[in-house]
């Protein structure tokens, strides 16, 4: 059992200047009218009129809509319901080989203020001949202006329990033990395990409909100011690395 003023207990904000993003890149073919998303879990592939086109097998939007700017931009949104949740552009460079992106999600924020921010990606490898420049394998290197909604989350331990909520509208209450328990207010994890290592490490295993679908570890620093966290994506077969400050 944990004491009331467990490691973990309190508020911990993500330090985008540590990430440590996946080696393994995102790939996208754009080309004949056609915009296929190869990374994406389940893969789609959608006509790149502007139009909305259903997608299925995603929690979080249910059709994508693709307007190819120029050779160049290339502007993505996501509806769930006819409501539109995410919004994003990509332009690449005119080198080609760096891609900077724009997003505005509020695709799982339960009502409240959208996640945003922008990135940087370099190319790890070209598209076919003759695809929009976009197509190809880019591997995500920078995010900045990321809002603090989608960095900051609370924990709080009682007796052999932690509660754990996010500022997006998440939570859960589990048993220290590894019994799973509910997820509230995210669409695309349905439960979660949580248990610790010591007193200085604990384990959050994310369920969707009982398969397991990642696994985040957080270790405190012994001045328990600070940790080390890694998110192991069990669906994409990617790990992000990253240090956390107690707020």
């Not at 190319?123 to 202006?145: C, L």
């Not at 997006?168 to 610790?196: C, F, H, I, R």
Request: hydrophobic residues 30%.
């Amino acid at each position: 059992m944990l004491a009331a003023q467990s490691a973990f207990d309190g508020t911990w904000k993500v330090n985008m200047n540590t990430v440590d993003f996946p080696k393994k890149p995102d790939v996208f073919l754009l080309q004949n009218g056609t915009y296929e998303c190869k990374s994406c879990t389940p893969p789609y592939v959608v006509k790149a009129d502007g139009t909305d086109q259903p997608v299925t097998g995603h929690p979080y939007y249910d059709s994508v809509a693709i307007k190819v700017v120029d050779d160049h931009n290339i502007e993505e949104t996501d509806k769930k319901d006819g409501k539109v949740v995410s919004a994003s552009t990509s332009t690449v460079s005119s080198d080609g080989n760096t891609m900077l992106f724009t997003f505005n999600d509020s695709s799982n924020t339960n009502g409240g203020p959208p996640v945003t921010g922008q990135g940087e990606a370099t190319r790890v490898a070209k598209g076919p001949a003759g695809s929009n420049v976009v197509s190809g394998s880019w591997r995500t290197t920078k995010i900045e202006g990321m809002s603090d909604n989608a960095t900051v989350w609370t924990y709080k331990a009682s007796g052999d329990e932690m509660t754990m909520t996010t500022q997006t509208g998440q939570s859960y209450t589990a048993k220290l033990n590894g019994a799973e328990a509910p997820m509230k207010g995210d669409p695309g994890v349905t439960s979660v395990s949580v248990k610790t290592i010591g007193k200085d490490t604990l384990v959050e295993t994310d369920m969707r409909d009982g398969k397991v679908i990642g696994v985040f570890k957080m270790t405190v620093a012994a001045d328990g100011k600070t940790a080390k966290l890694s998110f192991d994506d069990k669906l994409q077969n990617r790990t992000t690395n990253s240090d956390a400050t107690k707020q």
